[in-house]
Nanobody, 126 residues
Framework: QEQVVESGGGLVQPGGSLRLSCAASGFTLDRYAIGWFRQGPGKGREGVAFISSSDGSIYYRDSVKGRFTISRDIAENTVYLQMNSLKPEDTAVYYC???????????????????WGQGTQVTVSS
């Protein structure tokens, strides 16, 4: 059974860093795309960063460009989201999601992903 599990959330001060992990089981990352989404208090779900193992395509939403980095470790079957220069507006539950994606490019819409993790809370506050 395909499954993804997030970890690494927590409380951090503005300007700080966190690294989220998305561990995949029941499948290998090759030919799959992984996306990080988040949902802040009173907000809708929004895509944050995406990576495709098929061709290495990466996409970031504008508000995290230059601060967040998505990467994958095929040997560990894990995708990471390094988050630097965190802001209070980054506070949210962060979800990892995956879908089979053997083609080019990377999916970025939530309804293109069919396996979701349980989420990990990230709180940016002084």
């Amino acid at each position: 059974q395909e499954q993804v599990v997030e970890s690494g959330g927590g409380l951090v001060q503005p300007g700080g860093s966190l690294r989220l992990s998305c561990a995949a089981s029941g499948f290998t990352l090759d030919r799959y795309a992984i996306g990080w989404f988040r949902q802040g208090p009173g907000k809708g779900r929004e895509g944050v960063a995406f990576i495709s193992s098929s061709d290495g395509s990466i996409y970031y939403r504008d508000s995290v460009k230059g601060r967040f980095t998505i990467s994958r470790d095929i040997a560990e079957n894990t995708v990471y989201l390094q988050m630097n220069s965190l802001k209070p507006e980054d506070t949210a539950v962060y979800y990892c999601a995956t879908t089979l994606w053997p083609g080019i490019g990377v999916p970025v819409e939530w309804d293109e992903f069919d396996v979701w993790g349980q989420g990990t809370q990230v709180t940016v506050s002084s």
